[in-house]
């Protein structure tokens, strides 16, 4: 049914993604799908890496990390953004239409009164892709 | 099981640059939580003795006004006039590094390595740094300096060509238009723009080539080390925060004045301080917006939008004005400027003091405690450009462009004022009497269509602002998070909503202009900061592969 699933990833709150994760990993074992790890980053420094390069390092790591763990295929896939903080819902909405994905899991917070300012990235990608999202509350 | 990556549409690979290693982590001072829906991540000291302190600072200017004009009035002229040599001086020095990179073998370093690509077209880059830099100064400065310099200021003793009585003096016209026009091109060509590049320089080499975090304090770690991870590089990044905020946030305020001076003049909208707070209201709402939209989103399209307004007006008036005459000036501004631009910028044994000390000192002190704001803004916007296109794209084309600007508002505007003395608003708004928020309506007065074009003017001045309020508070915002980029947009918002609350109270209750000049005075340390930047841009470039 799903063929690659692409999974949304903060590598700064990865323990407070577990439960997504965990579903991201059930649902490729039991669909045969693999499972594409997205990170998107600015081209400045951060606490994670100094440069681009270093970031999709780390990522590549934790993919492996995750097939290793949990026993199925993965890739992982940076994306470079301008403005992380703003320009997240672009950046996910690039992300999907280059892995090609079908099936977009990703760990949300419980809705609040901030969503009525700026609504909740995964609403927005469910929003404006063809892709099924499915949204895990932590 | 993995495969390899396909990046597709970013910027890869990065290749070779010369990272500085450090146990420092961007982020490590930060205190990350949740106040209430809203979730904060920011740089411990920074953020809380900044954002204490301009609150300090404004409740001093509002309890004690006059004790506080009396200071800060004091303090500026007094640092311009003592220290004007310094100024002068100083900037010269960053005019000629600057030209000394372009030159040199390390004008081919790339800042993001050596195979980092462009973030920006040419066209997106250059609109978002001009009106950062300056696009504000050129709707105010445009009319006013060319003809002040012309008819009253006199630079390098050239004679003003209009008497006492008012009538021409018709052997000193030529000779002051030149003049009228190079001492403008001066204050807004080479110099300003070279400070500009220092501070932008400094700060992509050190974050985008060395991994350093995008705060102010990382362009001296060749010189501190680790201790700028402490309370050194604390203080230098507070300073910074504090010149922005309260830079932004006075010229907020009387710009808004300055617009509804205009609208006043044009629409006879009444001039009080109730339409200035919805003004700023207005402004602040719609910087918002673009704060919300982000940096591709907001300031840049903005940016471009406003740049295409400009170039459209300057169109108009260079045709709608005595086209040909424009022309010359133009040429003969530029020859006056490469002529005059030694004994302009000379530092010692000058008998134009009210030219070199009430304009030059005063426009270096301005521009340099600008540059933190405005150098960082440019540098985030700038990877993937090498040294040398970055130098001659930051200094020598936006020259050409202020003097082709200052060469067409300045020439109408001159030329108006002699042609028919008698009838020129300009005249009366800028030399008969000193109202300079209007001198670029004076201008437009004398020209077809005036109510139009005035209109975009003022709308022009009003987007200029909502750009320097959007990229002041990502840039305060960088800084104030510890270097990181990502920090939630609400504190963005905190930000941009605060310049604009900081602008109406000094409005309401007074102390613009006192605190304007204080931050005028912050040029001083910062002209010693910039200094330091060239030597740690040297020390920075020779570690890098070219």
Known sequence: MFRKIMVPVDLRHTESMQKALSVAADLARHYSASVCYVGVTGSEPSELAHRPEEFAEKLKKFAEGEAKERGHTATSHMVISHDPTTELDDALSRALAETGADLV??????????DYI????????????????????G | MTEQDTNQGIPVPEGDAGLIETDYTIGQ??????LGPFGFDVHNPVFMVSGLSIVAFVFYA?????QASAVFGWLRPWLTSTFDWFFLGAANIFVLFCLFLI???????????????????????????????????LMFFGVLEPVYHMAISEPLGVPSPIAEDGSIIPENVEAAKKMGLAATIYHWGLHPWAIYAIVALALALFTFNKGLPLTIRSAFYPIFGDAVWGWVGHVIDILAVFATLFGLATSLGFGAQQANAGLEHIFGIPNNVSVQVVLITVITAVALISVLRGLDGGVKVLSEINMGIAALLLVFVLLAGPTMTIFGDFLAGLGAY????????????????????????????????????VGMFIARVSRGRTVREFIICVLLIPSLVCVLWMAVFGGVAIDQVLTDPTASAVKTYVIDSYVPELSLFAMLEGLPLASITSFIGIVLVIVFFVTSSDSGSL??????????????LPQRVFWCTFEGAVAIVLLIGGGLGALQAMVISTGLPFTLVLLLMCWAIFKGLTSESR
């Open chain 1, 105 to 114: 899991v990703m760990a949300t917070h419980l809705p609040n009164v901030t």
């Open chain 1, 118 to 137: 700026w609504a909740s990235h995964g609403g927005t990608l469910a929003m404006h892709s063809n892709a099924s999202v499915m949204l895990v509350r």
């Open chain 2, 29 to 34: 001072d930060n205190v990350e939580g949740q």
């Open chain 2, 62 to 66: 509002l309890a004690l006004p006059e």
């Open chain 2, 103 to 137: 030159v040199s073998p390390w004008g081919a370093v790339r800042l993001g390595g050596k195979e980092a690509t462009p973030d920006y077209t040419y066209i997106g880059w250059f609109a978002m740094l001009f009106a950062a830099g300056m696009g504000i100064g």
């Open chain 2, 338 to 373: 490469a002529a005059d631009i030694a004994p302009l910028s000379n530092p010692f044994g000058r008998e134009d003091t009210g030219y070199m000390q009430g304009w030059t000192a005063f426009y270096w002190a301005w521009w340099i405690s600008w540059s933190p704001f």
């Open chain 2, 475 to 488: 840039v305060i915002d960088t800084i104030t998070a510890g270097g990181k980029v990502d920090a939630p």
